[in-house]
């Protein structure tokens, strides 16, 4: 029977990589949006 | 305008460029000559395992993307608002128009039987096809381009009336445009879905159409920053002091967009990664190749338009914008060319012939001399004095 033996597995099949990369991403984008308006923060 | 005039008189004949371009029309023309008399074999060195070399790779699907900066800069000013990149406009269309005009005449030489290209519109209609889909898309586009650049034309032959006519349907041509654009520059990417097993694991992906699009987009408004940067080197003296004055805020604006569709698009990818389970793959030949596709031309001009964009400096935006290009011209031809058939001996793979190349320069000189005798004669840079006001 096939199972999960692998913490590579476990985080393909139950797609938990895709959750952690989107919540990673997420916060990411954040930080990246104020990084580019910081510009327009300096002019003022 | 008198300043336009004279410096278009003054131009010298024989100048580098313009010898470097006769000759290379020349060699084009014989190969052109070559090619439709003795077929596609007499001329490059593509297979029935390698059906599809550069004029599909570099001219039709590279064409295509850097093209993208037409439908890009109409939908941002038309669509979302942002008249401040007004100026920006008509040379971007333009570029596009020419753009698929081009990618038009190189599937000439691609096709075998070139005179059937409109054979799927009006004898067999392959509507279950995505290759139909792309042909359709890329017929009525490039007709939405030639009208959403047709008033230039037509103020420089002066005919306001037809002007007037065309210049009303401006916001229709720009939705059709991007709904168009958004199709068949997915839908590029989806032609590959039907060679999972030819396609290396690492670029082949049920999201490629995804791909495509997402960074057809920072194509798009690389290539509007990157051809806003030529002209402004080579045809300053036809340029009006909005384009003049709107020369750097465009690249900080294009800049920040671009930053932004490379971060998602660099997400894109990580997640098709993940979602295929290819990690593994990262850690082999083709693995550093696409490592190094994807760090140097998706995070390092995503990281250089960043700091261009903070620090406003035009400078960094501009070489961020060439390598976006090159970037986006890597991928096309790694998805098409280089990790296609990956698995092939390597004394079967395919090499573009010399003259494969030579007809590729052949196209690109015919673009680059088409958009000089446009920019130096229609009001593409400037305004025409006699439609000052208008819109």
Redesign the interface.
Known sequence: MEGIHTL?EFM?QT?G??YI?AVG?LL??VW??R??K??KKREQ | MTDRIAALKSRPLLTPFNIFAAIILVIGAFLTFKRFTQGIGAVSNLTDTHPWGIWIGFDLLTGVALAAGGYVTSAAVHIFGKKEYHSAIRPAILTGFLGYSLVVFALLYDVGRPWKLPYPFLVSQGVTSVMFEVGACVMLYLTVLFLEFSPAALEWLGLSKIRKTVVRLTMLLTILGVILSTLHQSSLGALFLLAPSKLHPLWYSPYLPIFFFVSSIAAGLSMVIFESTMAHKKFEIYMDDRHKQEYNPVAFGFGRAAALVLAAYFACKVFGIALDNNWRFLFTGWGAWFLFELSGFVLLPCFMYSIGVRDRNPKVIRAASVITVLGIMLNRLNVSVIAFNYHVPADERYFPSIMEIGITLFIITIGILVYRFIVTRMPVLYKHPDYEDVH
Do not use: N
């Open positions: 590579q393909f797609k990589i895709i990369l991403y990411g984008f990246f949006w990084f580019l910081m510009d």
